[in-house]
């Protein structure tokens, strides 16, 4: 199972590169122009320009762009993060109940573009007496059907099976956010407000960052109306 960065590392880590990107840039800058003859006194003036454009830069780019900040890409990240460990976790449940042959069929079609049977195995599996033992199990197979059926474009099957899902969990966080992407995909606002809104009950909503990110969606919606090309969370779905 794919492990997840940590947020907060992924921050600091993508600070550091990017120190580290703009120091090797000076120093570039500082050998050429020591290469072109320029006097020390005249390059350590060119540097310190060039030092100065890129952080005005900077700082107008983080001002212009403000709703694609460090901020956003943290909420994002806590996000991804949440969602990481939902995806664990009914992998390690379909593992349980149905044998490592099962997950990794399942998993690998997940990744496919093109999955074939996926969708049949899955309700094959609902019928099983261990989805009638486990209600955990039976929620995160429907959830993986409505992943399915998104690869095939059919968003409206998808909704009706997600629709059964939050039934079981009426609060649960992502369940009632992949309904709020696909009603946006259909074009719904109400629908995909509605959801999103309910997402904010789920308890890892409390989570600052998470409770940022939801509410942009809907404030996005509400401004902007529906995303009806299929959404992606990150900085391009964000910024329709």
Excluded at 19 to 41: C, D, E, K, N, R
Excluded at 51 to 58: L, T
Excluded at 176 to 205: M, V
């Amino acid at each position: 199972m794919a492990s997840q960065i940590d947020p907060k590392l992924r921050f600091w880590r993508n600070i550091l590169l990017g120190g580290l990107i703009q120091a090797s840039v000076y120093l570039f800058i500082l050998y050429v122009a020591w290469l072109i003859g320029f006097p020390i006194t005249t390059s350590i003036i060119l540097f310190v320009v060039v030092v100065f454009v890129c952080i005005s830069c900077g700082i107008v780019i983080f001002g212009l762009f403000g709703s694609r900040s460090l901020n956003d890409d943290r909420n994002l990240s806590t996000y991804d993060h949440f969602k990481g460990r939902f995806d664990d976790l009914g992998g390690k449940l379909i593992d349980e109940a149905f044998g490592q042959k099962i997950y990794t069929s399942l998993y690998s079609q997940e990744l496919s573009q093109m999955p074939c049977n996926a969708i049949d195995m899955c309700r094959e599996l609902l019928n099983r007496k261990e989805c009638s033992e486990n209600r955990d199990l039976e929620f995160h197979l429907r959830i993986k059907i409505a992943k399915f059926l998104v690869k095939e474009d059919r968003y409206n099957d998808a909704i009706e099976e997600l629709k059964v899902a939050v039934s079981m969990r009426p609060k649960d966080l992502i369940a009632n956010f992949f309904a709020g992407e696909n009603y946006e995909r259909i074009g719904e606002s109400k629908g995909a407000i509605r959801h999103y809104t309910s997402a904010l009950n789920d308890p890892d909503a409390a989570s600052p960052n998470i409770r940022e990110f939801v509410e942009s969606q809907i404030k996005r919606v509400q401004d902007k109306g529906p995303r009806k090309a299929g959404p992606q969370t990150g900085y391009r779905y964000m910024s329709h």
